[in-house]
T-cell receptor, first 112, second 114 residues
Framework: GDSVTQMEGPVTLSEEAFLTINCTYT??????LFWYVQYPGEGLQLLLK?????DKGSNKGFEATYRKETTSFHLEKGSVQVSDSAVYFC???????????FGTGTRLLVSP | GAGVSQSPSNKVTEKGKDVELRCDPI?????LYWYRQSLGQGLEFLIY????????KSGLPSDRFSAERTGGSVSTLTIQRTQQEDSAVYLC????????????FGSGTRLTVV
């Protein structure tokens, strides 16, 4: 079945460091891909998405490119801030499937 | 409303009591989902409603859990005879259509069973 694999956390970085959180997927056809962020004590918020191969999603300085050849959707940010500390979830769905399949989440800790 | 609204935001209950958690989705969203998130854990799918179709209950962990969605809008998740292992954050989400826009989540209800 469909699945999403994320890198284990926590990822610990200093402020202004470069961030990569890896996400790979297994799915038939052409899924849509999403990144969600969950700040402490809050629900999940959609961060960015890509609905077809080679699309790049971007928001708040974060980017991810839908790579069908490597079945990946890695999240990147050039310079992280303390306020980016959160848990990040990668997810996918397929047309007609109606549900998102989530990865296990990756906790990011950014220190000043 | 502008977002998905859940109530209460926090609920403390005694073991063995029944609880009801409410979700008010975004107007016009035909799909509604319930997930559970235990402390420090990922997301556990519970149940999914789509329009007037029969709900997908495949994630409900036991028959103590049930949910309904009235009039295609508000949903209530009921947990009967609560146990300590039911303590978690219960998240509701709505969508339309999911492959284009993903889910919009509510802020969740933190349930503590003492």
């Amino acid at each position: 079945g469909d699945s999403v694999t994320q890198m284990e956390g926590p990822v610990t970085l200093s402020e202004e460091a470069f961030l990569t959180i890896n996400c790979t997927y297994t799915a038939t056809g052409y899924p849509s891909l999403f990144w969600y962020v969950q700040y402490p004590g809050e629900g999940l918020q959609l961060l960015l998405k890509a609905t077809k191969a080679d699309d790049k999603g971007s928001n708040k300085g974060f980017e991810a490119t839908y790579r069908k050849e490597t079945t990946s959707f890695h999240l990147e940010k050039g310079s992280v801030q303390v306020s980016d500390s959160a848990v990040y979830f990668c997810a996918l769905t397929r047309t007609g499937f109606q549900k998102l399949v989530f990865g296990t989440g990756t906790r990011l800790l950014v220190s000043p | 409303g502008a977002g998905v609204s859940q109530s209460p935001s926090n609920k403390v209950t005694e073991k063995g009591k029944d609880v009801e958690l409410r979700c008010d989705p975004i107007s016009g969203h035909t799909a509604l989902y319930w997930y559970r998130q235990s402390l420090g854990q990922g997301l556990e799918f519970l149940i999914y409603f789509q329009g007037n179709s029969a709900p997908d209950k495949s994630g409900l962990p036991s028959d103590r859990f049930s949910a309904e969605r009235t009039g295609g809008s508000v949903s209530t998740l009921t947990i009967q005879r609560t146990q300590q292992e039911d303590s978690a954050v219960y998240l509701c989400a709505s969508s339309f259509p999911v492959e284009k826009y993903g889910y919009t989540f509510g802020s969740g209800t933190r349930l503590t069973v003492v």
